[in-house]
């Protein structure tokens, strides 16, 4: 199991540019599938994009061409770059990890959850 911490987010405006950032303290994260996942108040949680060890990327198509997914295996760290933010991308995102290499959408295939951070956007 990993230990997962996300870091980076804050309150910008819509149109600005924010970068996430995960730590993993685990042994394994080099060959673990690392996604990121959203929470609005009152909504269900949503997959944003996922990146395997094969640097195999999947991106939800609300942040298609807007948000960017990358690892630093030296650093036991996964970003996403979120740029041209909107209003609706409003949520606390949340870090999870998988032994499986699909780059699935699903909450339940991640068995490692961080404790999530606030990224909120303003218009």
């Known amino acids: 199991q990993e230990q997962l911490v996300e870091s980076g987010g804050g309150l910008v405006q819509a149109g600005d540019s924010l970068r996430l950032s995960c730590s993993a303290s685990?042994?394994?994260?080099?060959?673990?599938?690392m996604a990121w996942f959203r929470q609005a108040p009152g909504k269900e949680r949503d997959f944003v994009a996922a990146v395997n060890w094969k640097y195999t990327t999947n991106y939800d198509h609300s942040v298609k061409g807007r948000f960017t997914i990358s690892r630093d295996n030296s650093k036991n760290t996964v970003y996403l770059q979120m740029n041209s933010l909107k209003p609706e991308d409003t949520a606390v995102y949340y870090c999870?990890?998988?032994?499986?290499?699909?780059?699935?959408?699903?909450?339940?295939?991640?068995?490692?959850w961080g404790q999530g951070t606030q990224v909120t956007v303003s218009s």
């Open positions: 685990g042994r394994t994260f080099s060959h673990r599938t």
């Open positions: 999870a990890g998988s032994e499986y290499s699909l780059t699935s959408g699903s909450p339940d295939a991640y068995a490692d």
